[in-house]
């Protein structure tokens, strides 16, 4: 069964820091990877997907990478700003249907 | 276009109560899902449907009932609503099999 770890749960950073999150699944037979934002008591927006053949997919600030053989993605986040404070939930699609992390809830103080 | 919408966008119940939620997309996507989203659990799939007419179950469907009987409509049915099923719950749509989904706005559902 597959299984989406993020790692930090929670994570507090200054205006301007570039910063990564972490997101790790324990089946690497996905199709893709799909990051996610969400704000608090909002649904999600999709950010980025990334398929299992790319290495990396970039949108503006954010770049996700991609490794399927080590069961790891991640997100990039440059020139951080408050508006960009939410949660960020990635989600793998596999065999079955999105399977999520709980995600990494984000902080950017200005 | 408005994406996708859900109705109601808030709720209470009492225990034993039925209610139907409600997903409409205007994308002329085949795949729909519902989910519900709890504290220290994330999203998890309740059901899904590859197109009208069809539906199948995700990872947690017990004490719910879906329908697709038309392919821009997904009603997501509680016959007998119980407290454990206080959340709340979100709809997606994709075009393709496993391709990008994008979320409803969600219903919180409460049940007292």
């Known amino acids: 069964k597959q299984e989406v770890t993020q790692i930090p749960a929670a994570l507090s950073v200054p205006e301007g820091e570039n910063l990564v999150l972490n997101c790790s699944f324990t089946?690497?037979?996905?199709?893709?990877l799909q990051w996610f934002r969400q704000d608090p008591g909002k649904g999600l927006t999709s950010l980025l997907l990334i398929q299992s053949s790319q290495r990396e997919q970039t949108s503006g600030r954010l770049n996700a990478s991609l490794d399927k053989s080590s069961g790891r993605s991640t997100l990039y986040i440059a020139a951080s700003q408050p508006g960009d404070s939410a949660t960020y939930l990635c989600a793998v699609n596999g065999n079955t249907p999105l399977v999520f992390g709980k995600g990494t809830r984000l902080s950017v103080i200005a | 276009n408005a994406g996708v919408t859900q109705t109601p966008k808030f709720r209470v119940l009492k225990t034993g109560q039925s209610m139907t939620l409600l997903c409409a997309q205007d994308?002329?996507?085949?795949?729909m899902y519902w989910y519900r989203q709890d504290p220290g659990m994330g999203l998890r799939l309740i059901h899904y449907?590859?197109?009208?007419?069809?539906?199948a179950k995700g990872e947690v469907p017990d004490g719910y009932n879906v329908s697709r009987l038309k392919k821009q409509n997904f009603l997501l049915g509680l016959e007998s609503a119980a407290p454990s099923q206080t959340s709340v719950y979100f709809c997606?749509?994709?075009?393709?099999?496993?391709?990008?989904?994008?979320f409803g706005p969600g219903t919180r559902l409460t049940v007292t």
């Open positions: 089946d690497s037979a996905i199709y893709n």
């Open positions: 997606a749509s994709s075009s393709q099999n496993r391709g990008e989904q994008y």
């Open positions: 449907s590859v197109g009208e007419g069809t539906t």
């Open positions: 994308m002329n996507h085949e795949y």
